[in-house]
């Protein structure tokens, strides 16, 4: 069965970093689309980025243009997010995901989600 798990959140402060990581078992990602949306308190999910799988191609929504960085590891079956110069409205519940077809902002696109990991930026 495939699944993907997702490590790495944690509490920082403004201006801090923090590296996501997504693992996928049961699957190869060299064939994958795969994205991270968030989800803050009372807000819906949002699509943050995505990792095409026929060339590698990125996809970044404007808040975290310049600041968040995506990428793959097959070798590791890993996709991480790297994520610079954080803000208070960066806190949230991160979810790596797997897209049905490509690269998407629509959560009705996604084939199955990660169980999330909290991120929050606080002083």
């Known amino acids: 069965q495939a699944q993907l798990a997702e490590s790495g959140g944690g509490s920082v402060q403004p201006g801090g970093s923090l590296r996501l990581s997504c693992a996928a078992s049961?699957?190869?990602?060299?064939?994958?689309?795969i994205g991270w949306f968030r989800q803050a308190p009372g807000k819906e999910r949002e699509a943050v980025s995505c990792?095409?799988?026929?060339?590698?191609?990125?996809y970044y929504v404007q808040s975290v243009k310049g600041r968040f960085t995506i990428s793959k590891d097959n070798a590791k079956n890993t996709v991480y997010l790297q994520m610079n110069s954080l803000k208070a409205e960066d806190t949230a519940v991160y979810f790596c995901?797997?897209?049905?077809?490509?690269?998407?902002?629509?959560?009705?696109?996604?084939?199955?989600w990660g169980q999330g990991t909290q991120v929050t930026v606080s002083a």
């Open positions: 990792i095409s799988s026929s060339d590698g191609s990125t």
């Open positions: 995901a797997r897209f049905k077809r490509s690269c998407s902002d629509y959560v009705s696109e996604v084939w199955y």
């Open positions: 049961g699957v190869t990602l060299d064939y994958s689309a």
